[in-house]
């Protein structure tokens, strides 16, 4: 029986731990946003580590493969690109923590919590515009849009 259990812990590992590790990292990330404007190198480093061990706990267990994980980087490294050609207007950090979100929640996930996280800045900055409490060259952290996005979908019963 204990035997079982100890073949089955990386598919257990890698099945049970990734939405509340996601979502506990994510949030960190969005507090930190929030009041710094920025996301702690050691912090980016924990959540890339701990992403890393359940995937590979996902290859081990046969329920991800290496393939998949390269392109989970796809939205990170775009994100990253983008942040290079627009001089620094969107955050290394924001880069960086989609490129973690896109280890935790693989690709397709991935897609569709950045989309629903830019739709609802673009949202809050068209409002904050409108109400004359921000102009175009305010800043607005991300991170908490995608923990928003992140914890909605699977509140709603999305994938993960």
Known sequence: MLQMQLEN????LYEEGRLP??????????????RARTIPCPLL???FLTALVLD??????G???????LLSLIPGLFYLLMGLISGGRIGQGDGLTI????????L???VLITAAAQLACAVCAGLMLAAK?????????????????????YLKGGRI
């Open 108 to 110: 397709s996930d991935t």
């Open 99 to 106: 490129l973690i979100l896109g280890l935790f929640a693989g």
């Open 21 to 34: 590790l996601l979502l506990f990292f994510l949030a960190l990330a969005a507090f930190r946003d929030m």
């Open 133 to 153: 409490r921000a102009d175009l060259n305010t800043r607005i952290p991300f991170v908490p849009f995608l923990f928003a996005a992140a914890a909605l979908l």
């Open 9 to 12: 812990a990386p598919a257990i």
């Open 45 to 47: 480093a924990a959540g």
């Open 63 to 69: 329920r991800e493969t290496a393939f998949s994980l």
């Open 56 to 61: 590979l706990c996902g290859i081990l267990s």
